[in-house]
């Protein structure tokens, strides 16, 4: 009953079938178990190609995938390209909470729910992804209790009021319901929080109550096999265009709207070498491009088995952009693993750099980026004019992993020299 | 290159084709070519059946229509409703800019761009108008100014960022830019600015300007069937679920949601009597319900021919309540001419009722609702629970015309017991 389409994918993708991913270690790995459902461990460890997605969650997603992947002609004029240089958008910002996270939030709600869980906690950046949990767990008949990072709590406070009105319970992280966020309050009362604390305190909740799961937005395996469905929508929608990607670009905080949205695509590349993939950093909070490869903590308080990641350290608090959710210390694994084979390569901007490139899409095609997808435009915009340059054909598909709406008091801070 | 579908309409409904609207009158009449578009003149009295739609604005039309019409299945069970009742809504929130607005602002700003204007003047409420003729004039590469209604303008501070960000220029109303606007601001310092007094600006500053045409968003006989392309695709979409609408309901401020989307039934309705249309206005501001039908004029500072309306008088300035885009003396005269012959019947709600209906809604589909939208989401909720207490077999449709993302300050208040 959606004139979007029916036609969305009825399994994920799963790149653990060909690339070999480091297992997480170290005494902490016995917490698993305790906060996450059996059924996603088990996705964890997946050696399986194609993984089935249940039809309860097929259902929900219907609600509005698949989303459209649009050509941004009027971007393409504004920059003067040749019809040799093609730019197409996938939309991600069309879900009902405004980004990419439903995707996998709804499957993890669903895990959580199928095995008596009845609550789940979670950390928050931008909101994003609190806002796809809340919507998740209301969906799933779950309670929620989102820790959200100082920051972004005081910057933007119509995404606590959108969790609020699907029944969320929201905190400004560091907190003082939990142990380690009492003690990073004594430690350092003004901190603007971080995601690394503000995960920490949620496993922290999760570990003390037995009916409640904890559930992470990125980073993981199984989270970004759950976002393989964008790829595999945009690989589809290329074949009926009958055109393929030479240049795919995302930006990464956990990583898991990049590789939703690119891993589909890594095996060809890998045998054609047809694809260049593109991941996009904050120059504030760059793990993969100025991190060290090696085996850290997901989580501030060192509650996390230990991850074999990039990563700027588990004590990195990065400063108060606006790009939040790209506020991470760490990387997913699968992303690292494909950084050091070199399929993909990372580019870095800073925040009036990538608002300037927001506020170009906006003009030309209409939609507000969030910041944090405003990285990837950026780079879209640059690999499109370099390609102009040097006189090349390209097919350039960037993942528009949100919209704006909740963000405009940043484009406001940038329009007024703010930045 | 769009997913959602290409079976836009190409054609117009025209509902002066069966009915007979009282023209517009007065001396103010000779404004009308100064400020609109000949040939938004000339489909303003037009009567044929069908006005095709320009192949440049179905293009941009194209970018987010056909827009989905959704079952509310979880809507419904929360009302634990039968089979034999089914709620369908339609999602004009999908557009760039969260409302039904765009369609006839895409339309105006392309023939004020044909017949050679470099601006247009606009008022709104809301902001979701004034959003809309932004990102149209910046598509038209037209210049764009927005008298934004004082309540709003400070309710909304994102709605400014975003029509800002669309290149507009925004002015508080009453403002110091006009001659009426200084003159209000002088009778009446802290006044919370009216729909009525930022028309007449945005006409004013159009009159004096000889490149500037004015825009208009709803109430006018072309808006209204410019908005058709809703009703078109309902019926289409309808048709494909083997479905028709035994009622259909809208919220009303000028009358161009709920007329796009009811247009296109009225025929069959007043041959079959087979659907019944409800028309839903906010209790502080029940133009149809509560005023008289007469000749009145648009504007408070008496600038416009006077239009026969039912009309609260064109000096009532409403309170300031959230629904900015209600917040309207008169109302279409389509409308006034269909509640007259008893085709539409109107229904008021209080602002803690909508709100109430916006927050379950919210919590069963996953879309927060705008809080004009709000209204008629409370007069379908109404009317599903009485088919239901009746035994009644209804399929009833609702049009979901803009998204809340910039309305959470007002579910804030409302939550919060301010309201």
């Not at 069309?94 to 789940?120: C, D, W, Y």
Request: hydrophobic share 40%; proline share 6%; with cysteine.
């Amino acid at each position: 009953m959606n004139v979007f389409g029916t036609k969305i994918p009825r399994k994920f993708y799963n790149i653990q079938s060909i690339l070999e991913i480091p297992p997480p270690k170290g005494d902490n790995i016995k917490i698993l178990p305790k906060i996450f459902p059996k059924e996603f461990l088990k996705q964890e460890m997946c050696k399986e190609k194609f993984v089935p997605i249940p039809k309860e969650v097929r259902k929900i997603l219907s609600q509005y995938r698949p989303t459209p992947l649009v050509r941004a002609t009027r971007l393409e004029k504004h920059l003067k390209l040749s019809e040799n240089i093609q730019i197409f958008y996938k939309r991600e910002d069309v879900s009902p909470t405004g980004s990419h996270k439903p995707n996998t939030a709804i499957m993890q709600a669903f895990l959580a729910m199928k095995e008596g869980f009845k609550r789940i906690t979670t950390e928050t950046g931008a909101g994003q992804w609190g806002s796809a949990l809340s919507f998740a767990c209301n969906k799933m008949g779950l309670d929620c209790t989102v820790y959200m990072v100082k920051c972004s709590y005081e910057q933007k406070p119509y995404r606590k009021i959108l969790m609020k009105l699907f029944g969320a319970e929201i905190l400004s992280s560091p907190s003082d319901r939990t142990m380690f966020g009492k003690k990073i309050l004594q430690k350092i009362p003004d901190t603007s929080g971080s995601l690394g604390i503000a995960i920490a305190e949620a496993i922290e909740d999760a570990i003390r109550h037995e009916d409640t799961a904890y559930a992470l937005g990125s980073v993981l395996n199984a989270v970004l096999m759950h976002q393989t469905i964008i790829g595999l929508e945009v690989k589809e929608q290329f074949r009926e265009f009958g055109l393929y990607p030479d240049v795919m670009i995302g930006c990464i905080g956990g990583g898991s709207n990049f590789g939703g949205f690119a891993l589909p695509f890594v095996e060809e590349a890998i045998k054609k070498k047809n694809t260049e993939f593109i991941a996009v950093e904050p120059t504030a909070c760059a793990s993969v491009t100025k991190g060290k490869y090696k085996y850290d903590y997901g989580d501030t308080a060192k509650q996390t088995p230990l991850i074999k990641m990039h990563t700027l350290g588990c004590d990195f608090i990065p400063p108060a952009i606006h790009a939040g959710g790209l506020r991470y210390h760490g990387i997913a694994p699968i992303i690292s693993v494909l950084a050091n084979k070199g399929i993909i390569t990372t580019r870095i901007y800073n925040q009036n750099e990538i608002f300037e490139a927001g506020k170009i899409f906006t003009k030309t095609e209409g939609i507000v980026p969030a910041p944090e997808t405003c990285h990837a435009i950026k780079a879209t915009i640059d690999s499109a004019l370099k390609a102009k340059e040097n006189k090349e054909e390209k097919i350039i598909a960037v993942n528009f992993s949100g919209h704006g709406f909740f963000d405009l008091k940043g484009y406001q801070d940038f329009m007024e020299g703010k930045l």
